[in-house]
C-alpha cells in the first residue's frame, strides 16, 4: 500500500531556510495534486502550497513569496522550499496527496504523511 514519507524538518533561526520532500512510496500511489498543511499544537490543520502534477501551484497567503513548492513527477516527490522562515512559521508539517487538482479540500486528501517538526527560533 503506498504511503507519503516526509524528510527534511528540523531547526533554524529566523530568516533562515529549510526544504521539505516528501516521497511517494509503495505500488499503486496516484494523485493530482500534492501539497502540505501544517499544524500548530491546540490548532486547526492549515493548508500551505499545492502543486498539481501538470504543474499549477497554489499558496497560502502567509507563505506568498518565502515558500516554493516543486514536483517531480517521475520520483511522485514533491518539495516545499522554504525562505524568510519565521517564528510563526513553527509547526508540524505534514504531506498531502489527492487524487483531486486540489488539496485544499480535506475530504479529497486520499494520503497524508506521518508529519515533519519545523521549529525557528527568535
Known amino acids: 500500500q503506498a504511503q507519503l514519507v516526509e524528510s527534511g524538518g528540523g531547526l533554524v533561526q529566523a530568516g533562515g531556510s529549510l526544504r521539505l520532500s516528501c516521497a511517494a512510496s509503495g505500488s499503486g500511489f496516484s494523485a493530482d495534486a500534492m501539497g502540505w498543511y501544517r499544524q500548530a499544537p491546540g490548532k486547526q490543520r492549515e493548508f500551505v502550497a499545492s502543486?498539481?502534477?501538470?504543474?499549477?501551484?497554489n499558496y497560502a497567503d502567509s507563505v506568498k513569496g518565502r515558500f516554493t513548492i516543486s514536483r517531480d513527477n517521475a520520483k511522485n516527490t514533491v518539495y516545499l522550499q522554504m525562505n524568510g522562515l519565521a517564528p510563526e512559521d513553527t509547526d508540524v508539517y505534514y504531506c498531502a496527496a489527492s487524487p483531486r487538482a486540489t488539496i485544499r479540500i480535506m475530504q479529497w486528501i486520499n494520503y497524508w504523511g506521518q508529519g515533519t517538526q519545523v521549529t525557528v527560533s527568535s
Open positions: 502543486i498539481t502534477r501538470s504543474g499549477y501551484t
